[in-house]
């Protein structure tokens, strides 16, 4: 609330006063209507049926009155359903759970740094203070590759890592939904730091034997957002190809993009990036109606490379003795927080209720023109959303986001989960944390989820869905042998 | 950090050397000689190249992170290392990084939390194992001849590069005690190099760790699933001192060995050489076994090739494995050394003469069986009373030394196959062959006694002994009477 009523802030009176409030401007328009119907329904019953028959001849309709009257209706119904956008259906998708024998306790990662940074104590001891504090579990997974010593990231091994990860993940997709790879009228795959010829779409074309007149796309270099970008691109092609299927694949390959020197800021990424994947289906057939899990409302892309700054924020580069690793520079999260400030300007009137709307404008007025020291009003997404997905980057971004957005732990808490028990798994990240909505059982129909993704650029993507379909806990997600232990309590630095 | 397998002698500097010997020297024969054996030095290459070493972990993390301590009998094993080979015809192994293998590696090393632990070392000095859920360290490796060529042309030394082998480090903080070497030979066939500290396990327990892993790949049911209880080595007998046991280790720590060339030879025993051989030695010992035979057999040739001692005394220390003779017994799956060494000494008239053998095998039988849970225990106990103030074990002696060592591993025999032989992983067949090597001995040398491929009596005796003794003990008539088929012996 605005610093103009403070001694008020802790009363629970407040409390009613605001409810009383949303609920006054949220239904302001059938708050007016029921007066409205209400007078019209007493003036009908007095004037009686012969008095309402009187007035309908009156109005002397003829025929050519009526003929035109009811073409320009169905004239105006056939322009607004032809000029709306055509409803996108999440069918489902997969997530990507890496085998075993890819594991990475961190006494074996230490053990790595140790062994392969003898001659750089330093360097692995700031490997292990951002370990501690990382917020990563023990059963997070790096590419087979990654665990030999010294690492050996050849291209073979990252086309290796890139079929066990895509095609496990396609495979999984097939049998979820039934689709017939035939089938596929539009194929996205996004993976940055990995861009081989010919590209990973066409591995997955040659792979599954897909159709030779599909539309095949492959983003490289759009970092962790990706995945959001991914899906803005399949909503607009699906809004020109009717009666199509599109399949997106996240995923970010980690073999060959595994930093091998002792740069300490380039070692962080070491330290949380791991393996993942997911496979989106997307579809705008009518006939997903009922079977889709969720149906696509808004995408908003906001884009701070025009700053110089935010673009060299995360900067892939040579370090001194010539390795390649990317750069992450120390105001990361001040950048993160202005990209995201731009992204909920632009999303907040698509999606807050009019209260929060109307308390915003009111705000923004009075700090305009009466007081400009007043704190602006940060609304309340919690009214909009019912929950959120915050791309896993690191614990930093999760908390600085709750902070930002005044978010509970609970709302939080798949976000959290996905770091400690998959790592940052770049732009699939966000299909984990759905996932794990899911598998706790608590997406009901009608619910609203807000994805969030920050990546190189530097950019800030949401997508908002809805849930179309209450959803029951699923048996073949890679949450499903370990969701029981979880949520689990992340102590702020584990003792190595 | 890869072993460095090759032993090539600079070429630049042998060359040097060649010229200079030239110039300076008055002997051009010794000259010559010289040459001719830096030529050999310089192209003896080794036919194993080690090309990756990779660390494999358990599927679930390992939870408490506990430190277990080690036993008493594991810290006396302290100055040696162990090493076993398995050889298999066909290599299961399909492309190694995604092999179904090595899921069920990381599925069976869940109930080894002690493998994938690390050393450390306490206050008092006292080794334990810090369960930290590190993982274990494979190394792959690539071999240039066929795996029977190998078997008929290579020698002892060289099969010791089928196992990786070095000294516990000063800080053993980032040191995987056990290695799984995975061989792959030219054509098909592979052999599996297990080798660990020989603090952690003994022959018994490091077989059961391979047969584990095979078991859960063919989804059977784990026969010895591991018990790592170091309360198992405490018993309820009253300390008896100044048994045999007791006097025969007071002399292993104050025991001078020089440090001699050791090299190794493999001996095949067939079922039905045995077997003749023990009927002719049925009337003077009737229940000897094939150990017991091939014990005093290759006992008394030894003792023929060494040079004669000042008391005309020749000593056997027999190593047995006292999981079965304790009352009551350690399950076989008990993880860590339950090895007992007990010393049988004899004249040198008794042992001379060939016909002489039966009368040794007696002996040698009488002695095995006198070996019971008394023994046992009173040399655990004389260990653990070697303690220093402040609870501080002694440091280790050499356990397998200075006399000759013979190890027994009947008690992997069950009914007519043994537990040493496991079926692989895919095709279900058995192993070609296994060999165990210990690091680390000193003195008159190593008899190890193992069963062989073939089922029944027959068995494989691997000797070690210094470099000159070998050739003679190669060709000894004696031994050659029960027609021995000689593997990686380098003929």
Redesign the interface.
Known sequence: MPPVLPDFSNSVKLKYVKLGYQYLVNHILYLLMIPVMVGILIEALRLGPDEILSLWRSLHFDLVQILCSSFLIIFIATVYFMSKPRTIYLVDYACYKP???C??????FM??S??ILKDKPKSVEFQMRILERSGLG??TCLP??I????P?PTMEAAR?EAE?VIFSVMDSLFKKTGLKPKDIDILIVNCSLFSPTPSLSAMVINKYKLRSNIKSFNLSGMGCSAGLISIDLARDLLQVHPNSNAVVVSTEIITPNYYQGNERAMLLPNCLFRMGGAAILLSNRRSQRWLAKYRLVHVVRTHKGADDKAYRCVFEEEDREGKVGINLSKDLMAIAGEALKSNITTIGPLVLPASEQLLFLLTLIGRKIFNPKWKPYIPDFKQAFEHFCIHAGGRAVIDELQKNLQLSAEHVEASRMTLHRFGNTSSSSLWYEIGYIEAKGRMRRGDRVWQIAFGSGFKCNSAVWKCNRTIKKPTDSPWADCIDRYPVHIPEVVKL | ?LPNKNRPFPLSLSYASIHCCLLLSEHPVQVLFFTLLVKKMVTKKSMVSVH???????????GSGETHPLSVLDHAMGLHTLHVVFYYKKNPFGIF??DPL??S???VLCLYPQVTG?LTRGESGKWSVKC????VRVLRAKVEVSMDEWLRSADGSEEKDLTFWEEIPEEP??WSPFRIQVNEFEGGGVAFGLSCTHMNADPTSITMLFKSWIENHRQEPIEHPPLFDSATLHHQHAPNTGTKSDIYYATKPNAEIPSVKMVTATFRFSDSAIKKWLGEVRDQCAKATPFELLASLFWTRVAHLKAPKNDRKHSLSICLDFRRIVQPPISLGYFGNALHFSLLTLNEEEMDDVGKLGHVVELVHRHISDVGEGEVWSAVDWLESQKEEGGKYAPPFRMYGPELTCVSMEHMIIGHGSLMFPASFKSGEKPVHVACHVGNVRGEGLIVVLPSAEEGLARTVMVTLPEEEMPELCEDQAIQCLQPTMVISGR
Do not use: C, W
Not at chain 1, 103 to 108: G, K, L, N
Not at chain 2, 52 to 62: G, I, Q, R
């Open positions: 085998p075993v024998t594991r990475v306790p961190f006494s074996t053990e790595h140790r062994l023990e059963e087979p590759a665990h030999y010593i010294p050996k290796g066990l | 950090m990756s070493m990779l660390t494999a972990v358990s599927s679930k993390p390992v990084d995604v090595r899921i590696l990381s599925e690390r930290n859920d590190a993982g903080r980032t």
